[in-house]
T-cell receptor, first 117, second 115 residues
Framework: GAVVSQHPSWVICKSGTSVKIECRSL??????MFWYRQFPKQSLMLMAT?????????EQGVEKDKFLINHASLTLSTLTVTSAHPEDSSFYIC?????????????FGPGTRLTVT | AQTVTQSQPEMSVQEAETVTLSCTYD???????LFWYKQPPSRQMILVIR??????QNATENRFSVNFQKAAKSFSLKISDSQLGDAAMYFC????????????FGTGTLLAVQP
């Protein structure tokens, strides 16, 4: 089946620095990717929809300048957490819908654990 | 706006027994997709089963089956012959038929399997 990768799987950064997380669709093209945030024992919260060739669409309450999303190609989307603070520590997951058949299939990356010290 | 509700934060089942996880949703749409995802301790999201709203027949995947009640907006997951590997967080999700492909998740049910 289709595979979505994320890199890094775990990152620790100091408060005030920026960190970039990559999401790649390995064997299919994804014009759209989704970024989620998940706190321990909680559900996935959709942060934004990444669109290839255009600006990302952010969910209400998500700071656009804080979480920069770039969909550089049909297989790569990046999430940059700028000026990270301890409250940004979380588990970030990306997903990509498969444009082929079945069209309702969506593939998830393994997630990235961000720890801000 | 659509919402998905899972009223059971935690459930427990004995190995080899059957357990049912509940999910209700709210929508004004007539056609949509419903899913159950499993998130084990590794945190990798795994699709368990899907249901197209226009299909009256309940979906089945090996030991996993759903009870889809469209009028009641209910979508429960039954796990038969539970195995230790079934222990995970289970999320019910809704997706509209359309261009966005956006999934709306419930709050999840943590399933423990007792040996």
């Amino acid at each position: 089946g289709a595979v979505v990768s994320q890199h890094p799987s775990w990152v620790i950064c100091k408060s005030g620095t920026s960190v970039k997380i990559e999401c790649r669709s390995l064997d299919f093209q994804a014009t759209t990717m989704f970024w989620y945030r998940q706190f321990p024992k909680q559900s996935l919260m959709l942060m934004a929809t990444s669109n290839e060739g255009s600006k990302a669409t952010y969910e209400q309450g998500v700071e656009k300048d804080k979480f920069l999303i770039n969909h550089a190609s049909l297989t790569l989307s990046t999430l940059t957490v700028t000026s990270a603070h301890p409250e940004d520590s979380s588990f970030y997951i990306c997903s990509a819908p498969y444009a082929g058949v079945p069209s309702y299939e969506q593939y998830f990356g393994p997630g990235t654990r961000l720890t801000v010290t | 706006a659509q919402t998905v509700t899972q009223s059971q934060p935690e459930m427990s089942v004995q190995e080899a027994e059957t357990v049912t996880l509940s999910c209700t949703y709210d929508t004004s749409e007539s056609d949509y997709y419903l899913f159950w995802y499993k998130q084990p301790p590794s945190r990798q999201m795994i699709l368990v089963i899907r249901q197209e709203a226009y299909k009256q027949q309940n979906a089945t995947e090996n030991r996993f089956s759903v009870n889809f009640q469209k009028a009641a907006k209910s979508f429960s997951l039954k796990i038969s012959d539970s195995q230790l590997g079934d222990a995970a967080m289970y999320f019910c999700a809704y997706r509209s038929v359309g261009a966005t492909n956006k999934l709306i998740f419930g709050t999840g049910t943590l399933l423990a399997v007792q040996p």
